[in-house]
């Protein structure tokens, strides 16, 4: 395959930046909210043809150089046994686990919850276009195991779920454990269905002390990261709202760590490992302006891109609900007509 992304992913120098975006099919295509005007979210995703297709759409429509398999990072949750919806106000979980003192024990793991997932890999590499490699994904474990506890996903602070971590040191280590078993299982077999590159969601990085994540939780990225390239796969880590926790990661827990809106790109440099590529950052909310400011904003990032080849250009986080198509397209547009 010959692929901007994986050039840069492996450290070759490449004409320009390659270009993605977290959040790039489910929520800025006019193309996919007219799908999702006839099925739900579980229906798209459960269904192997129509996964693939909206797991497609943004490479069509945006032109971006790579795909990002359409699933959620709950699957996990509801692959352990516990009862989840979509609605329209986010995910919400039929019993959150703030309630109960020994979660582990209740859990249920039954990895073929995740086959139709499998499908969805196989059908993409059917029908994608040449060229078009494939992220795999999943949540990483204090993101997953916060909305397990919460309940609630959307407009929530976390803040049981934290306390309860808190308060339950003993039984979080096996919690975490269990996740990052089913999580492990679930990786390997995306990687032997065929996707290309590997992202780790964590969208809840923030929300501990730097240090009680670097002792609980950071061993378990660790662990995800050695199997993920023990394969050959490139391994990317977003750590959402990290901030000077940047510090605590190295080599070991990523080939490229994916940097949010609040730490400037050049910051991340100084702080990370030679070794580590970046990939980042547009506020997203930018996205909101017009297309004077979102140039203006982009500009800021000729200067980095051209001294930096180890950088792949992509939002601090993912893109927001309703943001305008055309900003979206603006942006990949620019990123790609630049002489870098
Ligand atoms: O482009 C894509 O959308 C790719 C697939 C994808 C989804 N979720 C689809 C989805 C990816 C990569 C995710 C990751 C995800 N899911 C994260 C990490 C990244 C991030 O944005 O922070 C998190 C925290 C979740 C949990 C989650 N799933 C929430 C909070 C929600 C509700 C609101 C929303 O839209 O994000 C979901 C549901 C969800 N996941 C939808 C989609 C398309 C919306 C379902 C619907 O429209 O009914």
């Keep these: 395959m010959t692929s901007l992304f994986l ?39 459960q269904d192997p043809e129509l996964a693939a297709k909206v797991t497609l759409l943004p490479v069509h429509d945006l032109g971006v150089d ?18 989840l919806d979509f609605t329209d106000a986010g995910p919400v979980f039929e019993k959150p686990l703030k309630h109960v003192d020994d979660p582990v024990r209740i859990m249920e793991p039954q990895p073929e919850k995740l086959e139709y997932i499998y499908r ?4 993409i590499k059917e029908t994608r276009p040449e060229n078009t490699p494939l992220i795999g994904f999943c949540g990483a474990p204090l993101t997953v195991i ?6 609630l996903g959307s407009r929530s602070d976390f803040s049981d779920a934290v306390k309860w971590m808190f308060a339950h040191p003993k039984e979080l280590q096996p919690l975490v454990d269990a996740v990052t078993s089913l999580t492990l299982t679930y990786i390997k077999n995306q990687i032997s269905h065929g996707i290309e590159v590997f992202q780790l969601f964590e969208t809840n990085a923030g929300l501990l002390p730097n240090e009680m994540y670097r002792r609980v939780f950071l061993p378990a990225v660790e662990k995800i990261a050695a199997a993920v390239r023990a394969k050959g ?7 959402k709202g990290i901030g000077d926790g940047l510090h605590m990661l190295g080599p070991q827990h990523a080939d490229f760590i994916s940097v949010d809106w609040l730490t400037p790109l050049e910051r991340a440099r100084e702080i990370l490992d030679e070794k580590i590529g970046l990939q980042g950052n547009l506020d997203p909310r930018t996205l909101f302006a017009d297309k004077k400011v979102i140039e203006m904003e982009l500009k800021k990032y000729l200067a980095f ?29 620019w990123i790609k007509e630049q002489t870098w």
Excluded: C
Aim: aromatic share 16%.
């Design 146 to 151: 916060s909305f397990m506890l919460q309940g």
């Design 233 to 239: 796969i490139p391994f990317i880590f977003f750590p």
């Design 120 to 123: 969805a890999i196989d059908r």
């Design 305 to 333: 891109g051209r001294s930096h080849h180890d950088w792949i250009f992509n939002l601090g986080h993912g893109f927001l609900p309703g943001t305008p198509f055309e900003s979206a397209r603006f942006v990949t547009d």
């Design 66 to 83: 790579a795909a990002i398999l359409f699933s959620d990072i709950l699957v996990i949750p509801y692959a352990l046994g516990m009862g």
């Design 7 to 45: 050039d840069t992913l492996n450290g070759k120098h490449t004409a320009r930046p390659p270009v993605w975006y977290m959040r790039q099919a489910g929520r800025v295509l006019p193309s996919y909210l007219k799908i999702k005007e006839k099925y739900s979210f579980w229906q798209m995703m």
